[in-house]
């Protein structure tokens, strides 16, 4: 496609969401669910088609000879079905949130005010790799009333295409709109920049994918985004605070996987548990083979446990977000300066605290500018699913509309009802 | 001050706001209850320097010659100032809604997540003429426990730097910090360019005032707006209704006030109706000098009316926001045009339906795609004090985070809230 042709063709993506998404938001919860369990069936009953899809994909990975952890996270097994199989399923059985009528109170004036909850209308995701994302956002989707357009990576194309089919054949069962899910078929770069630029058809623009994808499109984008940057996450170990829960916690936020956007990269230690803990959690990473970068003060408890893999940190170690087998670890002399350390540094995303002092763990909570603060918890539990919401289409650090893990509560809008009896303003 | 001075400048407005943000949030209900109590106070004892400083305003306005409506806008009676520490009071009596913990449920895993209620951080609201705002503006921020940065018009400059000093006042009686409220102190526009590309220190911008404004800070800003470009508000005369109920209802939101936001610009007849209906309310427009633009078929019924103003609508009409005598008037067969038409013309604001069917009040809610939807009740009643907001900052046609009459809520996020006692993710 030339340039032309792509704007042509991604407004009229654009046209076909905007006129399908109103036709969505006055479905049945029935008719919605009757789509999702259909397209359970569907990804059951089509291994072999979805697998040879997806055969193509990794086989043009390698070739292209991308990095085996690349040409994994394309991978479609059979494993990776059923999940995405159950979680329509899941979405299916959950209670529909549309519209949901809140808060209806009578006013001095006569009318009664509440608020309704309405689908968003039309959201575009922009995402990379992972093909399974097509059916978490296609279900969301539609378990939310929206319209959705679907732009995948490239690398993903033939498996994206397969998966759209399905959707496509699952929405036709229930006869839903054939447009309420489509996926951008062009694998053309240009498309991403027409597709944010369409305040007129696309109401939210939600990217999952690298920092740099992540950053231009919130540059460009002339509608809303929800998106998260970066997860620089904390994990403060107070004073006074249970040593073998702060080793616990410290442990699993950190080595429980090292690619997460919620895996603590930052370590704060009270002064007054320094001596007592760091020898502790130094001996468990030094056993996992993460290395520590460390403070001076840190340094100097840390030099005595054997085997350490041990750093100075530098400044720019406060504000890296590694995603691997690294920890930047400092002492502080308590909880002011781990709050002022944490908002200076974090990036707003998830930060926890292990302590016993009630009014140190309520002054976290409160003061802690993240969309996730936690107690005695691990900041691995960061997530859609462990908060409950059933399914995720993202996590937010927007302060905005959605924050933190995005369900389908996030992909809705509250609109004000008024009732009157032929009421008028005095 | 030049463009480097204006960029230093509002860039220190900005990092005061923001550390004045982190101590606004942790501030108790009772001391922020204080200072708007002493802004009420010493609104009611600054009346002879207030008149004295707008006055300098009115001068101003007058030698330019401004129209005496605009010179009208600017003026600060005393029934003004009256309201506005009214207001303050109000909002010192509300609850405090910063703190609270939502829906807070315990997860399979063990721990228990919610949400808790806190201030967005840093809004920007930029405003033109009527300084009254530049209260309702400080004292909303001071109830929501954010930071404020005031960006009034250049014709109320004077007016500003009088209210602003007594704001100051009351913050420092309170215990405040001095830079939880701001007033921009230069009236070179070059600074609002500068505000709204601060997304280091501003959360959202809020701009009051005429849509060029409105346009030209939604295109340029880095942060997110919470904005309305235009009232375009609809009420719908449904078959079967009640006549009288209908023409009352028509006349109230077209003829109460003509300029607010709020107020009816169109009106649609359903075929059934339009010959018991129009006839009616067209004799109220007449004695009232409305204008009716419309539709051949409405035409043909309103030319008996006597004395009627009536022109053929042109298809520019159905998109106009008029904030003036005029109305267009359109018969339509039924619901599902009149709903269509609402969603193609309309600008998402306000629309009404006056109607006795159950089944089309249901469905004219669920379907129309604005922020206030209402059955049997005037258009103007779209407005924070009519919805029991306690106040309003502004109304948002925005999806996003806050949609219609905007109020403290509207100034608030919701961050997550993760309890443990030691849990760590397996």
């Known amino acids: 496609m030339n340039a032309l042709n792509i704007a042509e063709y991604t407004h009229t993506l654009g046209l076909q969401?905007?006129?399908?998404?109103?036709?969505?938001?006055?479905?049945?919860?029935?008719?919605?669910?009757?789509?999702?369990?259909?397209?359970?069936?569907?990804?059951?009953?089509?291994g072999p088609a979805l697998a040879a899809a997806?055969?193509?994909?990794?086989?043009?990975?390698r070739a292209a000879g991308l990095p085996e952890?690349?040409?994994?996270?394309?991978?479609?097994?059979?494993?990776?079905?059923?999940?995405?199989?159950?979680?329509?399923?899941?979405?299916?059985?959950?209670?529909?949130?549309?519209?949901?009528?809140?808060?209806?109170?009578?006013?001095?004036?006569?009318?009664?005010?509440?608020?309704?909850?309405?689908?968003?209308?039309?959201?575009c995701m922009i995402y990379e790799s992972r093909p399974n994302v097509t059916i978490e956002a296609a279900s969301l989707s539609i378990k939310s009333g929206n319209a959705a357009i679907l732009r995948g990576g490239s690398?993903?194309?033939?498996?994206?295409?397969?998966?759209?089919?399905?959707?496509?054949?699952a929405l036709a069962e229930a006869g839903l709109p054939e447009h309420a899910v489509q996926l951008v078929q062009t694998t053309d770069r240009a498309a991403v920049g027409q597709l944010i630029a369409l305040p007129a058809y696309v109401d939210v623009i939600i990217p999952r994918g690298g920092k740099g994808?992540?950053?231009?499109?919130?540059?460009?984008?002339?509608?809303?985004?929800?998106?998260?940057?970066?997860?620089?996450?904390?994990?403060?170990?107070?004073?006074?605070?249970?040593?073998?829960?702060?080793?616990?916690?410290?442990?699993?936020?950190?080595?429980?996987?090292?690619?997460?956007?919620?895996?603590?990269?930052?370590?704060?230690?009270?002064?007054?548990?320094?001596?007592a803990f760091l020898p502790q959690i130094g001996a468990?990473?030094?056993?996992?083979?993460?290395?520590?970068?460390?403070?001076?003060?840190?340094?100097?408890?840390?030099?005595?446990?054997?085997?350490?893999?041990?750093?100075?940190?530098?400044?720019?170690?406060?504000?890296?977000?590694?995603?691997?087998p690294i920890i930047s670890v400092k002492v502080v002399a308590g909880l002011e300066e781990a709050i002022a350390h944490i908002n200076r540094w974090g990036s707003h995303h998830t930060d926890a605290i292990v302590t016993r002092d009630h009014l140190h763990a309520q002054q976290f909570l409160r003061d802690v500018d993240s969309a996730s603060c936690m107690v005695n918890a691990s900041t691995r539990f960061a997530d859609g699913f462990e908060y409950g919401l059933g399914a995720e289409i993202g996590i937010s650090t927007d302060k905005f509309?959605?924050?933190?893990?995005?369900g389908i509560e996030g992909l809705t809008s509250l609109k004000w009802v008024?009732?009157?009896?032929?009421?008028v303003r005095g």
């Not at 993903?156 to 496509?168: E, P, T, Y």
């Not at 704060?268 to 320094?274: E, Q």
């Open 17 to 46: 969401a905007k006129a399908a998404s109103a036709l969505m938001a006055r479905t049945p919860a029935a008719i919605k669910n009757k789509a999702l369990r259909a397209l359970a069936r569907l990804l059951r009953d089509s």
């Open 69 to 123: 952890p690349m040409v994994d996270r394309l991978k479609l097994s059979p494993q990776a079905l059923e999940t995405c199989a159950q979680g329509c399923e899941q979405l299916a059985a959950m209670p529909d949130i549309i519209g949901e009528l809140q808060g209806m109170q009578q006013q001095p004036s006569g009318i009664r005010v509440g608020r309704m909850r309405v689908p968003i209308g039309v959201f």
């Open 284 to 324: 468990v990473y030094a056993a996992k083979g993460v290395q520590m970068r460390a403070c001076p003060q840190a340094l100097a408890i840390l030099r005595a446990v054997p085997g350490a893999d041990l750093a100075e940190a530098t400044e720019a170690d406060w504000g890296e977000e590694y995603l691997a």
């Open 401 to 406: 509309h959605a924050r933190g893990p995005v």
């Open 213 to 275: 994808l992540i950053e231009r499109i919130s540059v460009e984008a002339k509608v809303p985004v929800i998106k998260h940057l970066d997860g620089n996450c904390h994990t403060y170990v107070d004073d006074p605070c249970d040593i073998a829960m702060a080793v616990k916690i410290a442990d699993n936020a950190k080595t429980h996987k090292y690619s997460p956007c919620n895996a603590t990269e930052s370590l704060l230690v009270a002064r007054g548990v320094a001596q």
């Open 54 to 61: 997806n055969a193509l994909d990794l086989e043009r990975a």
């Open 155 to 169: 690398e993903a194309i033939d498996s994206n295409r397969a998966l759209a089919l399905l959707v496509a054949q």
């Open 418 to 423: 008024v009732l009157g009896e032929g009421d």
